[in-house]
């Protein structure tokens, strides 16, 4: 049976459906237990009763992260037990077959928190768990909805997205170059780019007008609050154009995008100027 994402599953009442995930909380309550299922969609709540007896002894084996796939049939949630915070709060699965497919080790740390009183270098140690984070995983999906936004906001405004070389010459701006030997020439070295300066300047004198880049970028320094060694920015230029041009390009799609990507209700009107 082809697997269904959890968020699909209210698709398919009264029908049997495969779900694969991570089994977030296990709750009995009486004589039936309940589980979160966990996948990259939403949570699925999945019940197992004692009247497949089997079934709900292998079910009561299970600890939070164990990897499992469960066939199923979705149903309706009684009324009083609709959750109108999650994604499938007004359906459930009764589960007919469980299939463990992997076993996890009692965590590190805790993952159903923000993760803030953790020390970092144990976060980073385990950053596969760290990931499982749900504020972690929102800030994931909030940098690709931005580089969304910026990709459409600028295409629609004639800039072209061109991807400059990675390894190239050296040509040292405000920090130092991180470099690369040469397999062909012994002695030599590229460079990472600190910024694709020199290439995006090329593209103006080419006639392309308006490029810009998601550019990763290197600067072999020490790591401060605004700096860090490898960073991600946009980058753009304007052939024929002012400061104000830049500015009012700019300033109107970070507004919108603040107002299309924040939570904020409120906004204040700002204006950058020197």
Not at 23 to 36: C, E, M, P, Y
Not at 140 to 152: A, D, G, H, S, Y
Not at 207 to 213: A, D, H, K
Not at 248 to 258: A, C, G, K, N, V
Request: hydrophobic share 40%; charged share 35%; with cysteine.
């Amino acid at each position: 049976m082809e697997r269904v994402l959890n968020a699909e599953t209210a698709k398919f009442i009264s029908k049997k459906v495969k779900v694969c995930g991570w089994a977030q909380t296990i709750r009995a309550h009486g004589k039936i237990l309940f589980l979160d299922l966990r996948d990259c969609s939403a949570i699925l709540q999945v019940v197992f009763t004692p009247e497949k007896a089997a079934l709900y002894k292998e079910a009561e084996k299970l600890r939070p992260e164990w990897v499992v796939a469960i066939e199923g049939i979705v149903k309706n949630r009684p009324e009083g037990m609709i959750n109108p915070k999650i994604a499938t709060g007004k359906v459930e699965m009764e589960a007919e077959t469980l299939e463990v497919l992997a076993k996890a080790k009692t965590l590190p740390f805790a993952i159903d928190n923000d993760g803030y009183d953790i020390d970092e270098e144990k976060r980073l140690k385990y950053r596969y768990l760290d990931l499982r984070r749900k504020r972690l995983r929102e800030n994931l999906e909030l940098r690709q909805k931005v580089i969304w936004f910026i990709r459409n906001y600028l295409i629609k405004r004639e800039f072209i997205e061109i991807e400059t070389p990675i390894l190239t010459k050296s040509t040292p701006e405000g920090a130092r170059d991180y470099v690369v030997p040469s397999r062909l020439y012994n002695g030599t070295f590229y460079a990472l780019p600190q910024s694709p300066q020199q290439y995006k300047q090329l593209l103006m004198v080419a006639g392309l007008e308006r490029y810009f880049q998601i550019a990763r970028c290197f600067r072999d320094e020490d790591p401060r609050a605004d700096r860090q060694p490898e960073f991600t920015q946009l980058d753009l230029e304007m052939s024929f154009v002012k400061r104000e041009d830049i500015m009012d390009l700019t300033e109107p799609m970070f507004i919108e995008m603040e107002k299309l990507l924040s939570r904020r209700k409120k906004f204040r009107k700002f204006r950058f100027r020197a």
